[in-house]
Every structure is written in C-alpha cells, then in structure tokens.
C-alpha cells in the first residue's frame, strides 16, 4: 500500500485566499484524522471521520473550518478565508476500526499563509 | 486535567545509552490504546509501539520498550543502545473508547524531544 497520501505538500497562499488540502487514507481504514502542528500550540486533532461521517469536530477553530469526505477514499480540509495564524503543518492519518489500532499519518502539508 | 502528560520537553543521552521518555494517562475508559510516535526534524510521524489496557505483558518492538503501569497510569517509552538516528521528537498517544461518549477520543501529548550525543 502506499500509504497516507496528502496533496499539496507545501502551499504558500495569501490572507484571505481559499486553501483546499487533500488525503487519500488507506485502503480500508475506517478512521480519518486531520491534525494541525503548530509549535505554540503543538499537534491539535482537528477532526475525524468514522466510514465517512464526521464523529467528532470539536477541535475545529472557527466556522472558517470545513472538512468533508464524500467517499472512503478521500477529504478535503478547506479554510476560507485563510489567514496568517493558520499557518501550520496540517497531517492527515487513517486508522482501522479499534482503540487498539495505530493511526498512520501521511507526510503532511506545511501551509504558509502570508 | 491533561489526558496526556509528557513531563520532559527536552532530553539529552549519551550514543550506545538506554534512555527513559515518561508519559502519563488519564483516563476513566476500561478500554484504551497507548501509541509511541517518533517525528524526526524532517517531519514525518512514525508509529513506534503499542500498549492494549488489557495486556499483560509489555510490549516490545526491537529497540523499543514500553513500560506500562496500570495502576500508576504510566507508559514509558524505553529505548536501549540509543543510536545519533533516534533524534527526534517523541510522542505520547492514547485513544479511548469512550464509551460514556459513545466516540472514540484521540489524544496526543506535547512531546519528549530526544538528543543523542555522540
């Protein structure tokens, strides 16, 4: 399998302007995180989905959040408008069902919003 | 109160030396997962090691050891003949059932970052 994949891996966008970031989990994984690092406030889970349903979106900052996954085999984490303080490494990871399961984190995209 | 508490945000250990990262949970859940990550400086986020609540021994994976303590709510990560390669940021997981919640939780917490001296 080729892991998490996250797309684009860097993105450098200006305030206001719309930002899309994507994750293909892997085959199979009914669980789907997106993580924000930031080093004020470390590794933040965001989001995450169960079979394609948001569970739990309380680490979503503000209504300028929105995550969706239309199918298993992909999100969309979009921040609109974008502003500087959202700059920030945002992981997306995909897990199997159970607590006993480890979650796999794809690369990560390092968003810079100027 | 912290579900996660890693106490040591910055450690030193001598190359070929065994070293120690502590972290402690919180939690209510009879259920539960303990993870070990490891985030080198170029960024990714590597899964070391797992503990179940209901295992019985310790779980070990080549270098890794994790010393779990149920009573004391502790699962140190311990790793032996540290290597310069083991620089890094560790982290410390756990994922609940949550039963009372009826979703799972995930928690991380703030990191060990880990030098190995030569």
């Known amino acids: 399998d080729a892991g998490v994949i996250q797309s684009p891996r860097h993105e450098v966008t200006e305030m206001g302007q719309e930002v899309t970031l994507r994750c293909k989990p892997i085959s199979g994984h009914d669980y789907l995180f997106w993580y924000r690092q930031t080093m004020m406030r470390g590794l933040e889970l965001l989001i995450y989905f169960n079979n394609n349903v948001p569970i739990d979106d309380s680490g979503m900052p503000e209504d300028r959040f929105s995550a969706k996954m239309p199918n298993a085999s992909f999100s969309t984490l979009k921040i609109q408008p974008s502003e500087p303080r959202d700059s920030a490494v945002y992981f997306c990871?995909?897990?199997?069902?159970?607590?006993?399961?480890?979650?796999?984190f794809g690369p990560g995209t390092r968003l810079t919003v100027l | 109160a912290q579900k996660i508490t890693q106490t040591q945000p910055g450690m030193f250990v001598q190359e070929k030396e065994a070293v120690t990262l502590d972290c402690t949970y919180d939690t209510s859940d009879p259920s539960y997962g303990l993870f070990w990550y490891k985030q080198p400086s170029s960024g990714e986020m590597i899964f070391l090691i797992y503990q179940g609540s209901y295992d019985q021994q310790n779980a070990t994976e080549g270098r890794y050891s994790l010393n779990f303590q149920k009573a004391r709510k502790s699962a140190n990560l311990v790793i032996s003949a540290s290597q310069l390669g083991d620089s890094a940021m560790y982290f410390c997981?756990?994922?609940?059932?949550?039963?009372?919640?009826?979703?799972?939780?995930?928690?991380f917490g703030t990191g060990t970052k880990l030098q190995v001296i030569p």
């Open positions: 997981a756990m994922r609940e059932a949550a039963y009372s919640g009826g979703y799972q939780k995930v928690t």
């Open positions: 990871a995909s897990s199997l069902m159970t607590v006993y399961n480890e979650q796999f």
